[in-house]
């Protein structure tokens, strides 16, 4: 690849307002160069509106956004040298492949067809495909091909909004692993927008949290779901079951039985983050000995590989009250009957997840370091 070298971007207090509408609020978010950034969010939380700023569509109310740390919101778009993926892609549909590509080259390497099938094997395609329209490829074609087009004038950094939203499960995870393939080959910094966690958490080297137009958290994605900031974050990116708890030298007392404490945490009463797929559950042959966690089968949703199952229960450990239910998570073949009583256990450690009253800032966040 020819081009600019990668370029951070740096977004700094940014706010937008559409007429009295706040849709961002003080902003703040910082992507390394080469690395793979994740917005991630639930409809309408102000992503787009993110991401339409940083490539200069839409003017900030307040805040800057620069590269490499230079000011860029008085740039024009086509200056910034950012390139854009949209959800549908956008392919001119009376361009063949190699038109649409070679469209993003710099006028002099039009018609270098070389070059244009480097960038489609960048992106896995065949050159094969070259001659044909867009209406003629799948939606993940058309996806790589918006892509190949992006990368096409080596931009500092490729912007994605959304751009597997429209594929169907199966296409979806192939076009995401041959996009974030050819991201990582090029070495472009990027920054994708979507509503789907395990997009984010299986993308990107950083998940920055958007709600209500605000950043809740920016994380290394195992840190985002093992240490969410707060339960909402928690409960987003995962199935979470959280339980009243006390902690003591580090361990937390839960009905759940007594565990390691992720993080420093201080001493005193709290909710615990427990991951369902932390919850062993094993049948109950000979009845239960004294301290036993004890729960009995509600529910359980077969999945194949694994299948979740709601328990109540029965028996659990210290002063704290039994919650409702529990979710876990167990590979598919043992899921157990509903009805049964089966014994609990947790393992790993467990996460102090307080109820969200502040926007707080991930406390043990290092931005990662670029790819390769
Ligand atoms: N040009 C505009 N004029 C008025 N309101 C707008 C404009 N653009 C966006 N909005 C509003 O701003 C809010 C955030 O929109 P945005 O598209 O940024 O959210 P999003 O998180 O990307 O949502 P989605 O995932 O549904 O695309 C929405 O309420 C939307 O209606």
Redesign the pocket.
């Known amino acids: 690849m020819t081009g600019a070298a990668p370029a951070g971007i740096q977004v700094t207090g940014v706010s937008k307002s559409?007429?009295p509408?706040e849709?961002l609020h003080d902003v703040h978010l910082e992507v390394a160069p080469g690395s793979l950034t994740a917005v991630l969010?639930r409809?309408?939380?102000?992503?787009?509106?993110l991401l339409r700023i940083v490539a200069g569509f839409v003017a900030p109310d307040a805040g800057t956004v620069a590269l490499d740390g230079r000011p860029v919101v008085d740039l024009p778009p086509e200056r910034r040298r950012v390139g854009y993926v949209s959800q549908e892609g956008s392919l001119f549909p009376h361009l063949d492949v190699a038109g649409n590509v070679a469209f993003g080259l710099p006028r002099r390497l039009r018609r270098a067809r070389h070059r244009v099938d480097e960038l489609l094997e960048l992106v896995g395609l065949e050159p094969g495909l070259a001659a044909r329209y867009p209406h003629q490829l799948s939606g993940g074609q058309q996806q790589r091909v918006a892509l190949a087009r992006a990368l096409a004038p080596g931009p500092r950094a490729v912007l994605l909004d959304?751009p597997f939203a429209a594929l169907d499960a199966e296409l979806r995870e192939s076009t995401r692993r041959a996009v974030a393939a050819a991201l990582e080959h090029a070495g472009t910094t990027a920054v994708l927008?979507t509503?789907d966690q395990g997009e984010a958490l299986s993308m990107a080297g950083q998940v920055a949290v958007l709600s209500e137009g605000r950043v809740v958290q920016v994380a290394p994605p195992a840190q985002l779901y093992r240490q969410p900031a707060d339960a909402d974050v928690a409960a987003f990116v995962g199935d979470a079951v959280l339980l009243p708890a006390t902690v003591r030298d580090g361990r937390a007392d839960s009905v759940l039985g007594v565990h390691p404490v992720t993080g420093r945490p201080e001493s005193g009463p709290t909710t615990v983050l427990v991951r369902p797929e932390q919850i062993v559950l094993e049948p109950l042959a000979n009845g239960a000995a004294p301290g036993e966690v004890v729960a009995r089968v509600v529910d359980a949703t077969f999945y194949g590989h694994d299948a979740t199952v709601r328990l109540r229960v029965r028996s659990g450990s210290g002063e704290h009250p039994l919650p409702d239910t529990v979710l876990a998570r167990t590979p598919g073949h043992a899921a157990p009957e509903i009805g049964s009583d089966v014994r609990l256990t947790v393992r790993g450690s467990v996460t102090p997840t307080a109820r969200r009253t502040d926007h707080i800032p991930s406390p043990e966040h290092e931005a990662p370091a670029p790819r390769g």
């Open positions: 559409f007429g509408v849709v969010g409809s309408g939380c102000g992503k787009t509106t959304e927008v509503h």
